[in-house]
C-alpha cells in the first residue's frame, strides 16, 4: 500500500483544536445535529444480531436451541451448516422478533439517544450462500429512529478479506487478507455505498470505516493513509455525519497511537475515535484487579478530554457470586469512568435474550430491570455523569 501521501489532509498543528463541523442539513431539534456538534455526547446501546448474526448473544431462541455449538459460532459457520433457503428462514424468523419498534421505544424511554448497528460488507452487495440479507432489519431500525429522535451508528464489522479474528468479522479461516489491494478497493467502495444508501436518513449519525483492525499485516501509517483516503472520498462525494475510526485493536489504550490518532480526528471534520472497552472477569479475577483496570482506563479518557473519542462498547464486568451492592458499585464506576470520553460511550447488547427473570451481566436491559445500573424512570434519564463539554471542547 503505497503511503507516500499519508500526510495529506492534516493541520500539522499538534493541539490545534477540532476543524469546524460540518452540520447535517437536518430538523434543528435532531440529536443528529446535537451530537455532531457536539452539544451533547452519545448514550447508546448495541442491537446484536440484526445485520450480522452473532448466536452466542442472541440466545433462547427456538429455531436455533437444537444447534451444535460450533454451528452457533458466527453467521458464516451457521449458514453453512444447513441449506441456504432454511438458514435465511430462520434468520428472518429471529430478526423479524428480536428487533421491533417497541425496542427503539423502550430505548428512548430509558434517555439514551443512539443505538449502534454491526454491518457486514454483504449488507449493500446482497444476501449469498454465505450471509443473509440484512437491509430490511437496518431500514427498519433507521426509520423508527427517525421517529423516536435517536442517533443510528453503523459500525463495517466485518470487510473482505477479515479485519480481525473476532466471530463478528466472520473469517471463512485463520487468514486476514483484507489489507491486499483488491480487498482493500472493495471495502473503500462497499463503505461509500453504505454512506450513500443511509445518507436519506435523518437518524443516520455516524459510520465506522473498519472496525477494530488488528496490527496483523498493517501499521499506524499504512492505517492512516487508509483512513484519509477515504475520508476524502466521502467528503467529496458530501457526507456530513460522523466518521469514526478505530486504532489498531492491540493498541487501543497506548498512549502514543492515542496522540497519534487525536491528531489525526482534530484535523478534519466529523471524524472521532471508536475504542472498546471490554474486561473480563476470567482475566482480571478479582473485584480489585477489575476495579483497578476500569480506573486506568479512566485516568486514559480524563488525559484526554480534547480527544474526540467515543467509547465503543463496554459492558458491566461482574461475576455471579457478588452482592446486588457491590454489582451497583461496579456498574457506577465503570459507568463514571468510560463517561470520561469526550464523545460519550455506547454498552454492548442492548438485550441477550427474551427471558426476563434470568440475571445477564452483558446485557443493558438486564442490567436495569435488576437494578444494578440506575435508571431516573420519572424521567427517562441516566443519572449525570461529570462531562462538561464546553471544558472539553475549549482549545
Not at 428512548?108 to 448497528?117: T, Y
Request: proline residues 5%; charged residues 25%; hydrophobic residues 40%.
Amino acid at each position: 500500500m503505497d503511503t507516500t501521501n499519508a500526510q495529506n489532509g492534516r493541520s500539522g498543528i499538534s493541539g490545534a483544536g477540532p476543524l469546524p463541523v460540518q452540520t447535517p442539513t437536518l430538523s434543528p431539534v435532531n440529536v443528529v445535529n446535537d451530537i455532531i456538534r457536539g452539544v451533547v455526547p452519545m448514550n447508546g446501546v448495541t442491537l446484536p444480531c440484526l445485520a450480522i448474526f452473532e448466536p452466542w448473544i442472541c440466545q433462547g431462541f427456538a429455531s436455533t436451541k437444537n444447534l451444535r455449538a460450533e454451528t452457533l459460532y458466527n453467521e458464516v459457520t451457521f449458514m453453512a451448516s444447513m441449506e441456504t433457503s432454511a438458514a435465511i428462514h430462520l434468520l428472518s424468523d429471529l430478526r423479524d422478533k428480536w428487533i421491533a419498534k417497541q425496542t427503539i421505544m423502550d430505548i428512548k424511554k430509558l434517555g439514551l439517544n443512539a443505538v449502534k448497528l454491526k454491518v457486514g460488507y454483504w449488507l449493500v452487495e446482497g444476501s449469498n450462500s454465505k450471509f443473509a440479507d440484512a437491509k430490511k432489519y437496518v431500514d427498519n431500525v433507521m426509520r423508527w429512529a427517525e421517529e423516536y429522535n435517536i442517533g443510528v451508528y453503523l459500525s463495517l464489522a466485518a470487510v473482505p478479506g477479515c479485519q480481525n479474528l473476532q466471530p463478528v468479522a466472520n473469517c471463512p479461516n485463520d487468514k486476514l487478507d483484507w489489507t491486499l489491494d483488491g480487498n482493500i478497493k472493495r471495502t473503500v467502495e462497499i463503505i461509500k455505498a453504505i454512506a450513500t444508501e443511509y445518507k436519506k436518513f435523518k437518524s443516520f449519525l455516524a459510520l465506522s470505516l473498519i472496525y477494530e483492525p488488528t496490527e496483523r499485516g498493517i501499521d499506524n501509517r499504512k492505517l492512516e493513509y487508509l483512513y484519509n483516503t477515504v475520508i476524502q472520498d466521502l467528503q467529496v462525494q458530501g457526507f456530513d455525519r460522523l466518521i469514526m475510526i478505530s486504532p489498531l485493536l492491540e493498541r487501543r489504550f497506548n498512549v502514543d497511537d492515542a496522540k497519534f490518532w487525536c491528531e489525526f480526528a482534530l484535523a478534519r471534520r466529523n471524524v472521532a475515535i471508536s475504542i472498546s472497552s471490554y474486561l473480563y472477569w476470567d482475566l482480571l479475577e478479582t473485584e480489585e484487579k477489575i476495579t483497578t483496570e476500569v480506573k486506568k482506563r479512566g485516568d486514559f479518557l480524563k488525559a484526554n478530554l480534547k480527544c474526540p473519542i467515543v467509547v465503543d462498547e463496554w459492558s458491566m464486568a461482574t461475576r455471579l457470586d457478588l452482592t446486588p451492592e457491590q454489582r451497583v458499585t461496579l456498574a457506577e464506576n465503570q459507568r463514571m469512568a468510560y463517561g470520561a470520553a469526550r464523545n460519550g460511550s455506547f454498552y454492548g447488547p442492548f438485550q441477550t435474550s427474551f427471558l426476563q427473570d434470568k440475571y445477564d451481566g452483558f446485557s443493558y436491559k438486564s442490567q436495569v430491570d435488576f437494578k444494578i445500573i440506575k435508571v431516573d424512570t420519572t424521567k427517562g434519564k441516566l443519572p449525570p455523569v461529570t462531562n462538561d463539554m464546553n471544558t472539553m471542547l475549549a482549545p
